[in-house]
């Protein structure tokens, strides 16, 4: 074998290089929006048949074999099998399965962060008739359309609301705020019966704190996207956002030391914190947290996000599911879709799990009706709004989750983390070539 | 005829006693390329290819959406590179990755050999035990390491604890910008002493005793042995943990990845951290035009440091 001079050495790799980036661009990108708006072959009343393979996140969808249980019944010559993947790795497997054409017959993605897969080349078309849109809270429906055109249905929904310590608010002689200016009073007077701090907020500077500010900013009248497509984080709103967000930490209601995620809920059980702007999921955990049966329903309260100068909107959240184009049983999935987002399957789901119906009308039910402490949720979840439908969104929220860190601890100006934002968002754009 | 005849017989001879013996290096050289084949295909598979293609992925816009179309991405040319060298982030975390080796390499560097020379001079019987529990820290999971750590360093955790009870107010360590970077420094260099002890302590032991012998005769006390005969001998061993522990902190990720993220606001951000957050974020292009810059500064300093081990061994 000849030995290889260093320069030789430096023109092949280089070569190679070259050669490897003008594989790669050869093609050319395809403007996506010439991709064609695939109409779905509507989904008759007939039994399902053959196999269904079902992709979804651990967590609301370990229990979907017994909430199944009817269809399966109902629909004999069908075969539905589970994968069921830990949640931090959902997505990577998802994409790069369905990259490879080797995705599942029916995926379960999150109605705040799907936007990147809703592109016909990813995922078929909700089917005409299928669901009626109207079933689902508005901004659920939204998240999962796209240029007119709906990739995803609804499965569970969750939004934010204020849950406090209703003992120390007794005790302090105070309501739950309804405003952004009454909100760290409230918080304060909490502090003054007894809590370390009136807010454990979260410190986790990501994605989720920049989806809080995102929704502060809503409240404050302001959008993220125009209508043209452009990125509007650097505004009023986005600074009134900031700055109400930093007022938590600057009043020394919050703390930007913790608590950390897993202390979240024993700070609040113990009255280190006294409330929390968090998901239902969180109701059914702090008796457990208390070592108490019944603690929460004679310690705890919730209520709707305080308003801002726009309104009290917060975002939608929860599981929604997709039929991806490769799919070879498009016409099962979409039958087991159908079958999910019954009334009846959402209480049953509700009941095995604790995941509220992304259905409205299936909070009717006593199930649900008759738990005190989520009618704040519902109120919330009626007052939502989808975050923009790019492709780029959880990388903007991350960044946007980090210029808030500094803006909490005083490091930068609301105005300067608000330019950061824009500049940043400008950078990366919005997922589209 | 003779004169003729000569050259051709020697010709002839050496043809007949080379044919066996090149047959003999062909059967060498196969079998060394057999061994050698296993290494050689997860080199290419892992690191050389995954390398020209990281260089190829930088000059263009590749992002996580494009996994679905990989063939559909513009070339930019160095675009990614100047957004690198425009970004702050980036140049703070060269800056942070600059503190992680000057603080790191001759402190993990001290105290490893610190140890090593109480080991080989002092505490001879128990030095097998000594050695074990030194070098224990780097076979310790570094997410198990991690989260000691995050305990000990807690607001309420055991360093805030012992700090109470002689009466002193314990910070939020890893929350403060300026206290979070030597918390990281410190779990590096609790991860990494052992193995500079290691090397130091294999470094003394090959020192010829004769030499203290010959110099405590002619009365050289213990610092004038330490200035004059194991620093200048022990110099090779020197110059490659430093190189090793260079290349180490050069590339930091796990400790300040498990420990702080990076935080708070990107104090302890190394550059192989951001690498890794810009590919989370799907920005495939910018996080390989980092690894790439990352590449050479790891080769540039490695090259300039094995020169200077060249020079001075």
Known sequence: ???????????????????????????????????????????????????????????????????????????????????????????????????????????????????????????????????????????????????????????????????????????????????????????????????????????????????????????????????????????????????????????????????????????????????????????????????????????????????????????????????????????????????????????????????????????????????????????????????????TWQQVATRLGKEMEAVAKGRQSAAKAAANIQAYAESVGTGTK | MTTTLAPATRETTATTKAAPRTAARTRRTAVAWLFLAPFTLLFLLYTAIPAVAALGFSLTDLRGADLRTPLAVNFTGLDNYLRLFQDDSFLRDIGNTALFVAAGVPLTMGVGFTLALALDSGIQRLRGALRTVFFAPVVTNVVAAALIWQYAFHPDGTVNQALAAVGLAGPNWLDDPDLAMPVVVLLGVWRNFGTAMVLFLAGLQAIPRDVYEAAALDGAGRWRQLRYITLPLLLPTTLMVSVLLTVFYLQVFDEPYLLTDGGPLGSTESVALYTYHQFGAGQFGMSSAASFVMLVLVAVVSVVQFRLLRSRT
């Open chain 1, 1 to 391: 074998m000849p030995e290889l001079s260093r320069r030789d050495a430096l023109r092949m790799t280089a070569g190679m290089a070259v050669l490897g980036t003008l594989g790669l661009t050869g093609c050319g990108r395809e403007n996506a929006t010439t991709a064609a708006k695939a109409s779905a072959r509507p989904v008759d009343d007939s039994p399902a048949t053959g196999t269904v393979s079902v992709w979804a996140a651990q967590g609301d969808a370990n229990v979907l074999d017994k909430v199944i249980k009817p269809f399966r019944a109902a629909n004999p010559d069908a075969t539905v099998t589970f994968t069921l993947i830990p949640n931090a790795e959902y997505y990577t497997k998802l994409q790069s399965a369905i990259a490879a054409g080797k995705g599942p017959d029916l995926a379960q993605f999150f109605p705040e962060s799907q936007a990147q897969f809703l592109d016909p080349s990813t995922l078929r078309p909700v089917p005409e008739g299928l669901v009626a849109p109207d079933d689902f809270f508005t901004s659920l429906w939204d998240a999962g359309v796209v240029g007119g055109v709906a990739y995803t249905v609804p499965w569970y929904a969750y939004t934010y609301a204020l849950v406090y310590r209703s003992d120390l608010a007794r005790k302090a002689g105070v309501e739950a705020p309804t405003t952004w200016g009454a909100t760290v009073p409230f918080l304060k007077a909490l502090q003054g019966a007894g809590a370390t701090r009136g807010l454990g907020a979260d410190i986790g500077w990501d994605v989720f704190n920049g989806q809080d500010v995102a929704m502060y900013a809503w409240q404050a009248g302001g959008s993220l996207v125009s209508s043209a497509g452009r990125w509007t984080l650097n505004t009023p709103a986005m600074v009134d956002a900031l700055e109400y967000n930093a007022s938590f930490f600057t009043s020394k209601a919050a703390d930007t030391g913790g608590p950390a995620f897993l202390d979240a809920q024993p700070y609040f059980v113990s009255g280190k914190t006294a409330a929390m702007i968090t998901g239902p999921w969180v109701i059914g955990q702090l008796d457990t947290a208390a070592g108490k049966s019944g603690w929460t329903a004679s310690h705890v309260a919730t209520a709707p996000l305080p308003a801002g100068a726009s309104g009290r909107v917060s975002f939608a959240a929860g599981g929604s599911w997709g039929v991806p184009a490769d799919s070879g049983n498009a016409d099962a999935a979409w039958k087991l879709v159908r079958y999910l987002t019954r009334p009846s399957s959402q209480v049953a789901q509700y009941r095995a799990y604790s995941s509220l119906p992304a259905v409205a009308s299936a909070w009717n039910d006593p199930a649900i009706k008759g738990q005190p402490l989520l009618d704040a949720y519902f109120t919330q979840l009626k007052s939502t709004r989808a975050f923009p439908r790019v492709g």
